[in-house]
Each structure stands twice: as C-alpha cells, then as structure tokens.
C-alpha cells in the first residue's frame, strides 16, 4: 500500500522559516497530482499548495511569495520550504496525492493517499 510520511521540526518563532518535506514509498511522486494541506484550528482542511499532472502550481493566497511546492525527483520527495512564518500558519500539515484527476479536483477529500500530518507551530 502506498504511503506517505512527512518530516520537518514542529516549533517557531513568527518570522522563522521551516521546511516540510514528504517521503513517498510504493510510486513516483512526479507521475501524481499532488500537494500539501493543512488543518488550522477552528478552520476546514485547506490547500495550501498544489500540483496538478502538467505541473501547475496553485498556492493558497495567504502562502503566495512565502511558500514553495517542489518535487525531488532524486529523492522523491515532495518539499514545501515555508518562509516568512506567522501564528496564522500554525495547524497540522498534510501531504497527499492522487493519480484521479477527480479526486484532485475536489482538493482529494475522501479520497487519494494521505500522510499522518505534521504539526507546525509558530508563536508570536
């Protein structure tokens, strides 16, 4: 069974930058659609950043210009360089991905492969 397992330090200061990076066992990361997640309290899971199967990029608009979605194709790591850190990030993130552009389309809920989270926190 597919697995996806994300690593990265958990805890901030605002203004910090960290990195989340997903590990990907049983397929290739660059052959799904794709992206990183999150759940902040008291708000529905959202996309933060996402990679469609030509490669477009979509960001959530409070990450655009401070967060980066990347494929090491060597390492088959899906990365997500986050600078620029605010209370507002804190929440636990997810990676997901999926070879169903049906899935994809509505941001993989209740469907795709999806990691355990990882939790950032960022204080002011």
């Known amino acids: 069974q597919a697995r996806l397992v994300e690593s990265g330090v958990g805890s901030v200061q605002s203004g910090v930058s960290l990195r989340r990076s997903c590990a990907a066992s049983?397929?290739?990361?660059?052959?799904?659609?794709k992206g990183w997640f999150r759940r902040v309290p008291g708000k529905e899971r959202e996309a933060v950043a996402i990679?469609?199967?030509?490669?477009?990029?979509t960001y959530e608009d409070s990450v655009k210009g401070r967060f980066t979605i990347s494929v090491d194709n060597a390492k088959n790591t899906l990365d997500l360089p986050m600078r620029t850190l605010t209370p507002e990030d804190t929440g636990v993130y997810y990676c997901?991905?999926?070879?169903?552009?049906?899935?994809?389309?509505?941001?993989?809920?209740?469907?795709?492969?999806w990691g355990r989270g990882t939790p950032v926190t960022v204080s002011s």
């Open positions: 990679i469609d199967s030509d490669g477009r990029i």
């Open positions: 997901a991905a999926t070879r169903l552009s049906a899935c994809f389309a509505r941001n993989m809920s209740g469907c795709g492969y």
């Open positions: 049983e397929y290739t990361f660059s052959k799904y659609f």
